[in-house]
């Protein structure tokens, strides 16, 4: 038997190999320090695990769920959006309960483009944006995102023909990989730039919660926004939900209706009790995001004060739990990540497995204590490669 060709179109799962090299040094009894994952490293608050006991006793929460999702979550999710953005949403038309937010990602192009339509991918970006195309049977073009352009795609630079056949584009701010935030005016020219080409806009607004500077804003927040685009909002950062796996789709009705009618045909909603965990942590106390923020801002501030001592240039992170770091002139992408988990037991995210303007680039997470961290950039600092590096991008 062989797998169909639209699995083995599939792109490799770039996040699985990581794991594998990482565990491969850690059978060899080697004490690795992964900054490579994505994984937040906190446990879920507490107030939120207490309410998934509780609602699991109930019986009632043992049948099937609404195909669409609990009311009462999706209520929750507009009062959040509302309390948190100044944003009205109507929760039956404008909410959708997604299996956590890479669902949605990779659901959505097939909701809306039909075979060899295209769509826009900034460029780096999370790899699974590519397997919602794949699946789609559609055909994408790539956005750099350059740092000259504070890692904002330039709709200027996409010419004519690609404006035309574009049907759908997807954004990520704050930005996993670069930590790079957006604008009011980014935004504001994202709205005209979909209206004037009839372009769908998904904002995966995965990192919301996490910003040092200011608070991230929302694309929904825009004049227009509703008009073009959903944004896509996961518990499993801000919450620490990572295994939860819920999250939510709010904005345009009718993209809204797209991924119900489809997740009509795949699930029936998620176990009820997941749900209303989900109320208590839109509803319940936000101080526990409030100390996860500081926390991080810490972790931020730590690796790169010990990074500046050793000579290794960052990219400043305004938003997300991660920093964008140069690699020197003298290796790749792939030959410094390759370097610093064999000489130094150290792992990072390769850059190009990001995209093609990945390159130059590490991704370094922000998922473990500060001495942690710092430990790891003294183990890089004895490779004696940073004392006169010069840096490609």
Same mark, same amino acid.
């Given at each position: ?11 490799? &799962? ?18 690795? #320090?992964? *900054? ?8 879920? @608050?507490?107030? #939120? ?71 826009? *991918? ?19 073009? *790539? ?14 630079? %996409?010419?004519?023909? !690609? ?19 957006? =604008?009011? &005016?980014?935004?504001?020219? !994202? ?25 991230? %804003? ?11 685009? #959903? ?14 796996? %819920? ?8 993209? %809204? ?14 176990? @009820? ?30 690796? *790169? ?82 004392? =006169? ?5």
């Amino acid at each position: 038997m062989r797998f169909s060709k639209k699995l083995e179109n599939l792109p490799e &799962q770039f996040f699985s190999k990581l794991v594998q090299n990482v565990n491969r040094k850690v059978a060899e009894g080697h004490d690795v #320090i992964n *900054l490579g994952q994505g994984n937040p490293d906190q446990p879920t @608050p507490q107030n #939120i695990v207490d309410a998934l006991k509780n609602a699991a006793d109930n019986a009632q929460n043992h049948k099937y769920s609404l195909f669409r999702g609990k009311v009462e979550l999706k209520e929750a999710a507009a009062h959040f959006y509302k309390k948190e953005y100044g944003v009205d949403l109507d929760p039956e038309k404008e909410i959708a309960i997604l299996f956590g937010t890479k669902t949605g990602l990779v659901e959505l192009p097939m909701c809306l483009l039909n075979p060899q339509e295209t769509m826009l *991918l900034p460029d780096p970006g999370y790899p699974d944006y590519l397997s919602g195309a794949v699946l789609a049977d559609a055909k994408y073009k *790539l956005m750099p995102l350059l740092e000259e352009n504070q890692f904002l795609p330039d709709y200027a630079q %996409i010419d004519a023909a !690609t404006r035309s056949d574009a049907k759908l584009m997807y954004l990520n701010y704050p930005n996993n990989p670069t930590g790079a935030t957006a =604008t009011k &005016q980014f935004f504001e020219d !994202t709205v005209s730039f979909a209206q004037k080409n009839e372009i769908a806009v998904v904002h995966d607004f995965a990192y919301g919660a996490i910003g040092f500077s200011e608070k991230p %804003i929302s694309f929904l927040e825009t004049e227009g926004a509703k008009e073009v685009g #959903i944004e896509l909002y996961t518990l499993s950062k801000t919450y620490n939900m990572a295994g939860w796996r %819920i999250g939510f789709a709010a904005g345009n009705e009718k993209m %809204i209706e797209a991924i119900n009618l489809i997740q009509d045909h795949l699930y029936v909603s998620l176990f @009820p009790a997941i749900q209303d965990a989900g109320i208590e942590a839109l509803l319940g106390s936000q101080q526990a995001v409030y100390e996860q923020n500081e926390r991080y801002e810490n972790r931020k501030n730590a690796f *790169l004060a010990a990074c500046e001592k050793i000579g290794w240039e960052a990219v400043v992170p305004k938003g997300s739990f991660f920093a964008w770091m140069k690699v020197p002139q003298n290796f790749t992408s792939t030959s410094f990540t390759e370097l610093l988990l064999e000489k130094a037991n150290v792992a990072v995210a390769d850059g190009s497995g990001f995209g093609e303007y990945g390159e130059g680039y590490v991704r370094v997470g922000l998922l473990m204590d500060e001495d942690r961290l710092v430990e790891a950039v003294m183990r890089i600092e004895t490779l004696n490669i940073f004392k =006169t590096a010069t840096y490609s991008r």
